[in-house]
């Protein structure tokens, strides 16, 4: 693997870190019934995550085209990494909607 395709994996491993980090940080607001400020966290999350598609995107492109990438630990890394990345950012959009009803029900007693 050489040193771009490094660079590339832990610019991934960044981008998804911090789309994960905006999930959890939607999640904690909504906990306290801040919803702009989750509604925020969101969409910092999906800003995030898309930098992160794109450079898979990358990746998956090269090796379509016949340059093939190599996959080492790192790599693999950073693919978790997205992959957990998503998963937060899925939960996370369905726990702020979850917290809002709460709140909803809360409100009309």
């Known amino acids: 693997m050489d040193d771009n395709n490094y660079h590339v994996a832990f610019e991934l491993?960044?981008?998804?870190?911090?789309?994960?980090?905006?999930?959890?940080?939607?999640?904690?607001?909504?906990?306290?019934?801040?919803?702009?400020?989750?509604?925020?966290?969101?969409?910092?999350?999906?800003?995030?995550?898309?930098?992160?598609?794109?450079?898979q995107m990358e990746m998956i492109q090269q090796e379509a085209k016949g340059n093939p990438v190599d996959v080492n630990i790192i790599l693999v890394h950073a693919q978790d990494h997205l992959t957990m990345a998503i998963m937060a950012k899925d939960?996370?959009?369905?726990?702020?909607?979850?917290?809002?009803?709460?709140?909803?029900?809360?409100?009309?007693?």
């Open 13 to 55: 491993i960044l981008a998804a870190g911090d789309s994960k980090s905006q999930s959890l940080s939607a999640i904690e607001y909504a906990r306290e019934f801040k919803f702009e400020e989750a509604e925020n966290c969101l969409r910092e999350a999906k800003k995030e995550m898309g930098k992160s598609h794109r450079m």
């Open 91 to 109: 939960f996370s959009e369905e726990f702020v909607n979850i917290y809002k009803i709460i709140a909803e029900l809360k409100n009309n007693k």
